[in-house]
Nanobody
Framework: QVQLVESGGGLVQPGGSLRLSCTASGFTFSSAAMSWYRQAPGKERELVASITSGSGSTTYPDSMKGRFTISRDNAKKALYLQMNSLNPEDTAVYYC???????????WGQGTQVTVSS
């Protein structure tokens, strides 16, 4: 079955960096558009970054540009999110999502907690 497993979260001090990973199984990873989302306590889930299948083009909401970098390794069936200059407002559960085409199914991982605090 489709499985997405995030890892790499944890506690980091303000100004620090983390690299999240999402390992996929049960589907053709290279065919899926992949995204990172996050959800802070009491807030709606929001898009952090996306990367297409095929060319691997990336997109970021304006609020996320500059500090986050999404990448993928199709051979390893892995998605990554490099996060730099973290601040307390980045504290959230981070989720990866796989989506197949505009109207196709989507799948979510269970999330990994990122806490930015001194």
């Amino acid at each position: 079955q489709v499985q997405l497993v995030e890892s790499g979260g944890g506690l980091v001090q303000p100004g620090g960096s983390l690299r999240l990973s999402c390992t996929a199984s049960g589907f053709t990873f290279s065919s899926a558009a992949m995204s990172w989302y996050r959800q802070a306590p009491g807030k709606e889930r929001e898009l952090v970054a996306s990367i297409t299948s095929g060319s691997g083009s990336t997109t970021y909401p304006d609020s996320m540009k500059g500090r986050f970098t999404i990448s993928r390794d199709n051979a390893k069936k892995a998605l990554y999110l490099q996060m730099n200059s973290l601040n307390p407002e980045d504290t959230a559960v981070y989720y990866c999502k796989a989506k197949f085409g505009t109207w196709g199914p989507e799948y979510w991982g269970q999330g990994t907690q990122v806490t930015v605090s001194s």
